[in-house]
């Protein structure tokens, strides 16, 4: 497994942008699928966004849509989550996600970050 750490949350107007970043530690970061969950208060985790080894195809959540862009470096063991035109209801703690499986099989196997919070203002 791999230890994660998130960073770039924080607060923002609704329609702003942030970027969210997560580092990975270990020799083996291009070997996992790298993905981006959130949970807002009373809800359960969901998923949000996922990125293939070699980073050649991504896939999102329809909710982000147009909107959230993820992306790796595998020099740098980052994984980010670009969001612009954010929404209040885009409002959760964020989670970075490595899994060995090349679709992402988000089970035992796979590691998690802390989170982040972002909280959008209507």
């Known amino acids: 497994q791999v230890q994660l750490v998130e960073s770039g949350g924080g607060l923002v107007q609704g329609g702003g942008s942030l970027r969210l970043s997560c580092a990975a530690s270990?020799?083996?970061?291009?070997?996992?699928?790298m993905g981006w969950f959130r949970q807002a208060p009373g809800q359960e985790r969901e998923f949000v966004a996922l990125?293939?080894?070699?980073?050649?195809?991504?896939y999102y959540a329809d909710s982000v849509k147009g909107r959230f862009t993820i992306s790796r470096d595998n020099a740098k063991n980052t994984v980010y989550l670009q969001m612009n035109s954010l929404k209040p209801e885009d409002t959760a703690v964020y989670y970075c996600?490595?899994?060995?499986?090349?679709?992402?099989?988000w089970g035992p196997g796979t590691s998690w970050g802390q989170g982040t919070q972002v909280t959008v203002s209507s």
């Open positions: 270990g020799r083996s970061f291009s070997t996992y699928a």
């Open positions: 990125i293939r080894r070699s980073g050649g195809n991504t």
């Open positions: 996600a490595a899994d060995p499986a090349d679709y992402g099989h």
